[in-house]
């Protein structure tokens, strides 16, 4: 039988964007556009937790599913281009900056319902812009199904999935049924580039867009749980005293020198 | 009357730094009954620390799946709690066990987690109002709490814990609920590293993708030998497979707040700036003048580490011997 795997993939500013680009404009974080948005990093693990499990499996079909106001194409297909089957856009100017990510837990939940067959959703362990680490665990608790998260390895044998997961010192290995949902982490190891033949293959696929009329969600405004009031860049107060030497030697014995002046070692 | 649970956690066997940090968190809502939950073995102790803390009542799962760390019945168990004494907001920790309950928790609640907060307060209309960072540290969102209840996580060490009071009373009872484990652990497998651990360690000495390899950190070991300290790495590093990913200090790493790191070869990217920026002071080594960890270091050197650390190695062996 086939294993349909969704995985849910956000697109975000560059997380390696420099602090001096980040922009604050109308209580909306942007940057300039000659910063390209990528996909969360995370998340492209999560692609490639799903490659591995369909080349050890065989017979697996992977669904990448984002939702979003407005999508980059060439970015959002990246995981088609890595080896994924099929793509899904849940793009609604419903979706645009939103501080509490309800909707779109919702959205995406409704979207798995609708897919219909699936077995398994993979998730990046948390988005480099809000690091919420809240909506693999949304879609869980609505869907009813078990979650194992920060996961470094999944097997899955039958119905059953076994997971690597990280721990401060070392790894637990956690067991459960499917469906399930299950967050990755980095200690995966890095995602597969796509090759030559990935890419024009994800030329020939169009994603699938839904809009949220077509999802089905009751939804109501007043459903949030976070109101913004402001964003900010926070102040940096420290005063960096530059060590300099006759030489690069000399600075590190005048940095010796200095801790032990203010009693620091 | 404004109730508050913590969701309390054990280290060790003992109370864990979440549980005093939430209390006092509570403390500064103004919270005037504070439940704290914790779970595991043997916990009378704790249970009465707690109250001395200023917890009003605790909730204790001292046996079963919950006290050996299963989070389902850790959800489970808080989630009877918090139905049945309804409080106005349930505060917890942004540990490895509260990324896990505390979303969960808040979702079968009908609200969300509003996570990550490094303060606190209540506005005019008695809000709750925190202070997050978001975008890896580049900017901060002040973020009005209007749920019901009002979940939050704190990011550790962000609060100040309160001083012990030993006059104060509070019940203590454990509480019962039904059992339901649907992800199980197996085997816990650790990887410990030798030597004193990155969270307990006074002085970390930490190595990035400036340090070009896995070799420079032998000279990060020497380094933090003499200093008595313990090593640890950026992402970057651990990634590359230079260190195992258990020295990783940053975001999704440990978050340690020694009295002095030494950052070499780091560029200070703010999701490992995540993980140290509490330490008291922080020294940055490296060769890329531009580096945005000079803007959070108090003392900075730029050079090139291989020439700036044997003779600083050098001068500690004639300071400290």
Known sequence: MTLHIVVTAKQVVDPETPTSAFLIENNKVTTSTSFAPVINGYDEQAVEAALRIKEALGDVVITVLSCGSSFALDVIKKPLAMGADNLILLQDNAFDNLIDPTLVIRALTSAIQKIGDVDLVISGRQASDWDNALVPMGIAELLDWPVATIARKIDVIGNTVKVERVLPDGYEIVETTLPAVITVSNELGSPRYPNMRGIMGARKIQPTIWEINDLGIEYQSTEIAMELISLEKPIKSIETELIQGEDEADAGRKLALRLREERII | ?321
């Open chain 2, 1 to 321: 009357m404004t109730k508050a649970l913590v969701i309390g956690e054990m280290l060790n066997g003992e109370l864990g730094a979440a549980t005093f940090e939430g209390i006092a968190a509570a403390r500064i809502l103004d919270c005037s009954n504070v439940a704290v939950m914790i779970a595991g073995a043997s916990i009378e102790l704790a249970a009465e620390q707690a109250i001395f803390a200023g917890a009003d009542q605790v909730f204790t799962i001292s046996q079963g799946p919950a006290a050996d760390g299963e989070f389902d019945d850790l959800i489970n168990a808080s989630y009877k709690i918090a139905k049945e004494i309804e409080p106005e907001i349930i505060i917890g920790s942004k540990t490895i066990i509260g990324r896990d309950v505390m979303p969960r928790l808040a979702f079968r609640l009908g609200t969300i987690l509003v996570p990550d907060c490094m303060s606190l307060e209540r506005d005019a209309e008695q809000r709750i109002i925190v202070t997050r960072p978001t975008y890896g540290g580049n900017v901060n969102a002040r973020i009005a709490c209007v749920g019901q209840p009002v979940v939050i996580s704190l990011r550790p060490k962000s609060i100040d814990a309160m001083g012990l009071d030993q006059s104060r009373s509070g019940a203590i009872n454990e509480i019962e609920f039904t059992s339901n484990i649907r992800t199980r652990i197996i085997e816990k497998i650790e990887e410990k590293s030798e030597g004193i651990s990155l969270q307990d360690a006074k002085t970390v000495v930490a190595g990035g993708r400036g340090l070009g390899g896995p070799e420079a950190f032998d000279s990060l070991q020497e380094l933090a030998g003499i200093l008595g300290g313990a090593v640890g790495a950026s992402r970057a590093a651990c990634d590359a497979g230079w260190v195992p990913s258990s020295f990783q200090v940053g975001l999704t790493g440990k978050t340690v707040s020694p009295d002095l790191y030494i950052a070499i070869g780091i560029s200070g990217a703010s999701q490992h700036m995540a993980g140290c920026s509490n330490a008291k002071t922080l020294v940055a080594i490296n060769k890329d003048e531009g580096a945005n960890i000079f803007k959070e270091a108090r003392f900075g050197v730029k050079g090139d580490w291989e020439k700036v650390i044997p003779a600083f190695i050098e001068q500690l062996h004639e300071l400290i011997n």
